[in-house]
C-alpha cells in the first residue's frame, strides 16, 4: 500500500462507523461509548476469509482472535487456562473430558451461549472435515448434557487435548444462526472481546468493543485493522501517529529502532518455523534423493540473514532451542562447494537432472519472495532453474491445495503441542500434507504420540519422527522466526505473545491516542 492510500484507510473507517461524525485523516477514530478512540493496527495482508473453521491464513487469524474465542486458551507461556470453560476434568481411564461453561456468556447478537453451540462448532469441523478436523481424530462424540456442560468423550488417551482445544486457530466456537444463515462468511458473530462491525476490501477490517464481554470491556472502544503489506510503510505510519500497533516491521530496521522513543519495540523468540515443501507427487521430487539433494544446496544462513537480518535462528527441524521439543539434528550442515557437492552426488545416484523449479512466492509474506532468490542462486550450479511465480496469496493457497507447484515456501505459526508441528503436515493422511509426503514409520509415530501420556516416551518419538521428516525431507526446514512487533508508546496492556496470537482484549490508549 503507498503511503497515500494509508490516510484512505483512514475515510474508509469512517464510512464503515455510522456512529462516527466529523471524521477527518489524521484524527483518532472514536467509536464512543467512553473507552477513548479505536486501536488502528497494521497488518501485512488481507484475511482471506472470515470463517475461522474454514480460514487457515494468519492474517485471518489475527483479527478473529478478537472477534471469538475458544474452550479453553492458552496463557503467556503457552500453558492452557479457562475461557469459555471455567474448568474441566477427566476421567480416570482419560477417555470422558467434562467441561463446565463460564455462565452469562452471549454472543455478539445477544444470544446465550450454551453447550449445544459448543457441540455445533466441534460436529461442523469433524462432520465437514475442516481444516482442523484432524484434532479430533480421537473423539466419539460431543454431547451437551445440559446447557452448561460439554462431554468429549474419546477412544483413546489424548493427552494433546486441551491443546487441541485451545490453539486458536480453526477452533473457534461459533453461532449455529450465524452459520446456517451463511452470514459468518461477511458478518461473523462470535463471543469475544471485539465484534465486527465492517470490512472495507483492500483496506480495512473495523471491530468494536463488546462491552458484555466475560472478562470485562476492552480498554479500548474498538480495533481498526488496516492492511498495509509493505513493512517501510506500516512503521512510517506509526512513526507518524497513522496507526497504533503493526507486526509488520522491516527487520533491517530493528537494531536503529531499539532507540527510537516514538515507538515501543519487541522482538520475542517464537514457536514459528518457516520451511521449504518439495511437491512429492511429481518427479523428480519424488525421489528422497532428489530432495535430500535440494537440501544439502540450500543455504540457510543466507536465506536468515537476508529474510530476517539476524533476528532469527537457523534450525534443521520445525522446534526450536530453548523448547522442551527441541531435538538436536544438523544433517544438512554442509555448505558452499561441499554441499554442492554432495548434492551432486545425490543426483547423479537418482539419474536425475532436473532442469526447472516452479517456485510458488506469495508478496504478502516478503520474506518468501526474498529467500525464493536466494535459493534461486543455491540451485543454479546443479543445473537447475528457479522459476519464482510470485502471486497473492488466496491464489497461493488455491494452488497449495491443487498441487500445482513444485516447491513453495511458507510459514506454521502458533504451534505449541508438537503435534501441533508435525500431524496435519507430515502424516499421510494430514490435513495440510500438501507435499504428498508419507512414511509409514512416521505416520506410526505421530499416531503414537497422540495416545502417549508419559512424556518422555513421548518426546522420544516425536524426536526419532521429526528426524525421519527431515531425513526424507518432507520440509526443508529453514529457521525459526522472532514474533517482531512495535506499537505506539501510548498503548498500554498490550503483550507480544510467542505463539504469534495477537489480543487486544486487555490494551488500552491514553486519552488521545498519541504520543
Same mark, same amino acid.
Given at each position: 500500500?503507498?503511503?497515500?492510500?494509508?490516510?484512505?484507510?483512514?475515510?474508509?473507517?469512517?464510512?464503515?462507523?455510522?456512529?462516527?461524525?466529523?471524521?477527518?485523516?489524521?484524527?483518532?477514530?472514536?467509536?464512543?461509548?467512553?473507552?477513548?478512540?479505536?486501536?488502528?493496527?497494521?497488518?501485512?495482508?488481507? +484475511?482471506?476469509?472470515?470463517?475461522?473453521?474454514?480460514?487457515?491464513?494468519?492474517?485471518?487469524?489475527?483479527?478473529?482472535?478478537?472477534?471469538?474465542?475458544?474452550?479453553?486458551?492458552?496463557?503467556?507461556?503457552?500453558?492452557?487456562?479457562?475461557?469459555?470453560?471455567?474448568?474441566?476434568? *477427566?476421567? +480416570?481411564?482419560?477417555?470422558?473430558?467434562?467441561?463446565?461453561?463460564?455462565?452469562?456468556?452471549?454472543?455478539?447478537?445477544?444470544?446465550?451461549?450454551?453447550?449445544?453451540?459448543?457441540?455445533?462448532?466441534?460436529?461442523?469441523?469433524?462432520?465437514?472435515?475442516?481444516? !482442523?478436523?484432524?484434532?479430533? /481424530?480421537?473423539?466419539?462424540? *460431543?454431547?451437551? +448434557?445440559?446447557?452448561?456442560?460439554?462431554?468429549?468423550?474419546?477412544?483413546?488417551?489424548?493427552?494433546?487435548?486441551?491443546? !487441541?482445544?485451545?490453539?486458536?486457530?480453526?477452533?473457534?466456537?461459533?453461532?449455529?444462526?450465524?452459520?446456517?444463515?451463511?452470514?459468518?462468511?461477511?458478518?461473523?458473530?462470535?463471543?469475544?472481546?471485539?465484534?465486527? &462491525?465492517?470490512?472495507?476490501?483492500?483496506? /480495512?477490517?473495523?471491530?468494536?468493543? !463488546?462491552?458484555?464481554?466475560?472478562?470485562?470491556?476492552?480498554?479500548?472502544?474498538?480495533?481498526?485493522?488496516?492492511?498495509?503489506?509493505?513493512?517501510? #510503510?506500516?512503521?512510517?505510519?506509526? @512513526?507518524?501517529?497513522?496507526?497504533?500497533?503493526?507486526?509488520?516491521?522491516?527487520?533491517? =530496521?530493528?537494531?536503529?529502532?531499539?532507540?527510537?522513543?516514538?515507538?515501543?519495540?519487541?522482538?520475542?523468540?517464537?514457536?514459528?518455523?518457516?520451511?521449504?515443501?518439495?511437491?512429492?507427487? =511429481?518427479?523428480?521430487?519424488?525421489?528422497?534423493?532428489?530432495?535430500?539433494?535440494?537440501?544439502?544446496?540450500?543455504?540457510?544462513?543466507?536465506?536468515?540473514?537476508? #529474510?530476517?537480518?539476524?533476528? $532469527?535462528?537457523?534450525?534443521?527441524?520445525?522446534?526450536?532451542?530453548?523448547?522442551?521439543?527441541?531435538?538436536?539434528?544438523? =544433517?544438512? =550442515?554442509?555448505?558452499?562447494?561441499?554441499?554442492?557437492?554432495?548434492?551432486?552426488?545425490?543426483?547423479?545416484?537418482?539419474?536425475?537432472?532436473?532442469?526447472?523449479?516452479?517456485?510458488?512466492?506469495? #508478496?504478502?509474506?516478503?520474506?518468501?519472495?526474498?529467500?525464493?532468490?536466494?535459493?534461486?542462486?543455491?540451485?543454479? +550450479? %546443479?543445473?537447475?532453474?528457479?522459476?519464482?511465480?510470485?502471486?497473492?496469496?488466496?491464489?497461493?493457497?488455491?494452488?497449495?491445495?491443487?498441487?500445482?507447484?513444485?516447491?513453495?515456501?511458507?510459514?506454521?505459526?502458533?504451534?505449541?503441542?508438537?503435534?501441533?508441528?508435525?500431524?496435519?503436515?507430515?502424516?499421510?493422511?494430514?490435513?495440510?500434507?500438501? @507435499?504428498?509426503? /508419507?512414511?509409514?514409520?512416521?505416520?506410526?509415530?505421530?499416531?503414537?504420540?497422540?495416545?502417549?501420556?508419559?512424556?518422555?516416551?513421548?518426546? $522420544?518419538?516425536?524426536?526419532?519422527?521429526?528426524? &525421519?521428516? $527431515?531425513?526424507?525431507?518432507?520440509?526443508?526446514?529453514?529457521?525459526?522466526?522472532?514474533?517482531?512487533?512495535?506499537? !505506539?508508546?501510548?498503548?498500554?496492556?498490550?503483550?507480544?505473545?510467542?505463539?504469534?496470537?495477537?489480543?487486544?482484549? /486487555?490494551?488500552? %490508549?491514553?486519552?488521545?491516542?498519541? *504520543?
Amino acid at each position: 500500500m503507498a503511503r497515500t492510500a494509508v490516510g484512505a484507510a483512514v475515510l474508509a473507517v469512517c464510512a464503515l462507523v455510522l456512529s462516527l461524525t466529523g471524521c477527518n485523516t489524521g484524527e483518532r477514530v472514536d467509536l464512543g461509548d467512553g473507552a477513548g478512540g479505536a486501536l488502528i493496527a497494521a497488518i501485512a495482508g488481507e +484475511p482471506d476469509q472470515l470463517d475461522p473453521h474454514k480460514t487457515t491464513a494468519y492474517f485471518s487469524f489475527e483479527v478473529l482472535e478478537n472477534v471469538f474465542d475458544t474452550l479453553v486458551e492458552p496463557d503467556q507461556d503457552l500453558q492452557m487456562k479457562p475461557a469459555l470453560a471455567e474448568s474441566w476434568e *477427566v476421567s +480416570p481411564d482419560q477417555l470422558t473430558w467434562t467441561f463446565r461453561l463460564r455462565p452469562g456468556v452471549t454472543f455478539h447478537d445477544g444470544t446465550p451461549l450454551a453447550a449445544e453451540d459448543v457441540v455445533f462448532s466441534y460436529r461442523r469441523i469433524i462432520d465437514e472435515q475442516l481444516a !482442523n478436523s484432524d484434532k479430533f /481424530s480421537s473423539v466419539q462424540a *460431543v454431547e451437551a +448434557p445440559d446447557p452448561s456442560t460439554v462431554v468429549i468423550r474419546v477412544d483413546r488417551p489424548t493427552p494433546n487435548m486441551l491443546t !487441541n482445544l485451545g490453539g486458536f486457530k480453526g477452533m473457534a466456537i461459533v453461532s449455529r444462526a450465524n452459520v446456517e444463515s451463511g452470514r459468518i462468511a461477511t458478518h461473523p458473530v462470535g463471543t469475544g472481546p471485539f465484534s465486527f &462491525l465492517g470490512q472495507k476490501s483492500g483496506d /480495512s477490517i473495523s471491530l468494536r468493543a !463488546n462491552p458484555d464481554y466475560w472478562a470485562g470491556p476492552p480498554g479500548v472502544a474498538g480495533v481498526t485493522f488496516r492492511f498495509i503489506p509493505e513493512p517501510s #510503510t506500516a512503521l512510517s505510519a506509526l @512513526q507518524a501517529g497513522e496507526v497504533d500497533w503493526t507486526d509488520s516491521v522491516p527487520p533491517q =530496521r530493528v537494531s536503529q529502532l531499539r532507540d527510537d522513543e516514538s515507538l515501543q519495540l519487541t522482538v520475542t523468540p517464537s514457536n514459528d518455523y518457516w520451511y521449504l515443501a518439495l511437491n512429492q507427487a =511429481r518427479a523428480p521430487w519424488n525421489d528422497v534423493r532428489v530432495r535430500q539433494a535440494i537440501a544439502y544446496a540450500i543455504d540457510r544462513d543466507a536465506i536468515v540473514q537476508a #529474510t530476517s537480518y539476524g533476528t $532469527a535462528a537457523a534450525n534443521q527441524l520445525a522446534i526450536p532451542e530453548g523448547n522442551p521439543w527441541f531435538t538436536p539434528y544438523d =544433517r544438512y =550442515r554442509e555448505d558452499g562447494e561441499e554441499g554442492l557437492e554432495t548434492a551432486r552426488d545425490l543426483l547423479r545416484q537418482a539419474n536425475a537432472t532436473p532442469g526447472d523449479l516452479d517456485m510458488l512466492v506469495t #508478496t504478502e509474506y516478503p520474506e518468501t519472495v526474498t529467500a525464493a532468490q536466494i535459493v534461486a542462486d543455491n540451485l543454479a +550450479p %546443479l543445473g537447475i532453474t528457479v522459476n519464482i511465480r510470485t502471486v497473492d496469496f488466496a491464489t497461493w493457497l488455491d494452488e497449495q491445495n491443487s498441487g500445482n507447484f513444485d516447491m513453495l515456501m511458507m510459514g506454521w505459526l502458533g504451534n505449541i503441542d508438537p503435534d501441533d508441528f508435525y500431524y496435519a503436515q507430515h502424516h499421510t493422511d494430514g490435513t495440510s500434507n500438501a @507435499q504428498k509426503f /508419507s512414511n509409514p514409520e512416521v505416520d506410526r509415530l505421530l499416531d503414537a504420540g497422540r495416545v502417549e501420556t508419559d512424556e518422555q516416551t513421548r518426546k $522420544a518419538g516425536y524426536a526419532r519422527a521429526a528426524t &525421519l521428516i $527431515a531425513d526424507e525431507v518432507s520440509y526443508i526446514y529453514l529457521y525459526n522466526p522472532s514474533v517482531i512487533q512495535a506499537w !505506539n508508546p501510548a498503548l498500554s496492556g498490550y503483550e507480544a505473545r510467542r505463539d504469534g496470537a495477537v489480543r487486544f482484549r /486487555s490494551a488500552s %490508549l491514553d486519552s488521545d491516542g498519541n *504520543v
